[in-house]
């Protein structure tokens, strides 16, 4: 069994992969604070839950592989892989890591690991070119060209991060529950925002896509050849309203690292 760990900014996602087939996952909150010794009792309740484990802390996982965006955490999980999973094989992605897809960025230590790590699994999943759209903490695009290439991306503010500037900076408005309204055009404060929140960012989406893809294709090239990936825990809020999804995937990134962990794996 194979235990991929996403950290985001707001939420890790960890998953059980038992070959190909995630057969179990969590999504649990990113916290800096916690130590080596509380992830490891975390990870430790969590997956006691799974018939396919043992009692004791390891027993059943065969292989480790972290992403993190937040340094203080991958720096604690590091500790968590030597003292509590000594024996078994990790891989953390970090510079020097063998992903198979080469990064056409100035400096492409600056990119999240995460969003390799999505732009690996699409080219295995779906090819290039493609671009794969993450409704995280931050709402991301990121494309790849058609040999395969993370070609470079665009970065905008996140859904719960939009909602929660408008509750602190309007005088008269309030944080909301991230919900469909009833109509476009709200009938009260309430669903005016969520109008304004749900089909402002499904139009982000196509817009920013549209003129991605066209980038992607090139002088003469179709933008419809252009496959278009949502993932992310807030894509299914989207997925019904914008119009240029093709694919949704929401473990993609999941799938990335047990990718990357195969392909680095042999090498140890």
């Avoid at 069994?1 to 995630?22: A, C, K, Q, R, S």
């Avoid at 592989?65 to 500790?79: F, G, N, W």
């Avoid at 995460?114 to 732009?119: K, S």
């Avoid at 992310?232 to 799938?255: N, Q």
Wanted: charged content about 20%; overall charge negative; hydrophobic content about 45%.
């Amino acid at each position: 069994m194979l235990l991929t760990i996403d950290v985001g900014n707001t939420h890790t996602v960890l998953g059980l992969f038992d070959g190909e087939d995630i057969v179990e996952h969590w999504r649990i909150s990113t916290d800096a604070r916690r130590t080596a010794d509380e992830l490891a009792v975390l990870l430790h309740g969590l997956m006691g839950m799974h018939p396919l484990l043992g009692d004791e802390l390891g027993d059943g996982i065969d292989g480790i592989a972290i992403c993190s965006t937040v340094p203080s955490v991958l720096h604690e999980l590091r500790e968590v892989t030597r003292r509590y999973y000594g024996d078994v094989p990790a891989v953390l992605v970090e510079p020097g890591i063998k992903t198979g897809v080469p990064i056409l960025m100035d400096n492409p230590k600056e990119v999240g690991a995460d969003r390799i790590i999505n732009a690996v699994a699409a080219v295995e999943l779906y090819g290039g070119p493609a671009i794969v759209v993450d409704f995280g903490t931050a709402t991301t695009f990121d494309a790849v060209s058609a040999r395969g290439e993370y070609a470079g991306g665009v970065i905008a503010p996140g859904i719960e991060i939009s909602v929660e500037a408008l509750g602190v900076r309007g005088a008269q408005l309030r944080k909301i529950e991230l919900a469909r309204p009833r109509s476009v055009i709200g009938k009260n404060t309430v669903e005016a925002m969520q109008a304004g929140i749900l089909y402002g960012f499904a139009g982000q989406v196509d817009g920013v896509v549209n003129r991605m893809a066209r980038e992607l294709a090139g002088a003469g090239g179709d933008p419809d050849d252009v496959t278009v990936i949502a993932t992310g825990g807030l894509a299914p809020m989207v997925l019904g309203e914008a119009s240029v999804i093709d694919e949704h995937e929401p473990w993609l990134t999941l799938i990335g690292l047990r990718l990357v962990y195969e392909r680095n794996i042999s090498r140890t």
